[in-house]
Nanobody
C-alpha cells in the first residue's frame, strides 16, 4: 500500500485547509487510517482517525470540533478538513494506515507542511 498526502500550505489564523491522502495498492488489507502531526520539538500526535470503511471517526481533544476526517470510498482517499486554524496547529502532517487493531500505524505517506501564521 502506498499513501500520497497533499494539501498543506500557509493560512492565517482562523482560516481553513483540507488535506488529502490517496491510498493505492492492496487497500483492501487496511483497517484504519489516521492523520498525525509533528511540530518542531514536539512528539508526533495522532489528531484524527477513521476506519477504512469510512466510519467511526475519532479526534484528539486539541482538534475536536474544528477538524473533520472523512473518506471517499470510491476514490480510496481520506480527507482532513481543518477549520478555525490556530498557530498551534502549525506542524508537518502525515497520513498513515494500519492493517489491524490493536496495532501500530506502519504505513506512512510523506509529510505535508501546515503553517498557520498572520
Amino acid at each position: 500500500v502506498q499513501l500520497q498526502a497533499s494539501g498543506g500550505g500557509l493560512v492565517q489564523p482562523g482560516g481553513s485547509l483540507r488535506l488529502s491522502c490517496a491510498a493505492s495498492g492492496r487497500t483492501f488489507t487496511l483497517y484504519s487510517m489516521g492523520w498525525f502531526r509533528q511540530a518542531p520539538g514536539k512528539e508526533r500526535e495522532l489528531v484524527a482517525s477513521i476506519a477504512w470503511k469510512g466510519i467511526n471517526p475519532s479526534y484528539a481533544d486539541s482538534v475536536r470540533g474544528r477538524f473533520t476526517i472523512s473518506k471517499d470510498n470510491a476514490e480510496n482517499t481520506v480527507y482532513l478538513q481543518m477549520n478555525s486554524l490556530k498557530s498551534e496547529d502549525t506542524a508537518v502532517y502525515y497520513c498513515a494506515a494500519r492493517k489491524r487493531s490493536p496495532g501500530n500505524y506502519d504505513i506512512w505517506g510523506q509529510g505535508t507542511q501546515v503553517t498557520v501564521s498572520s
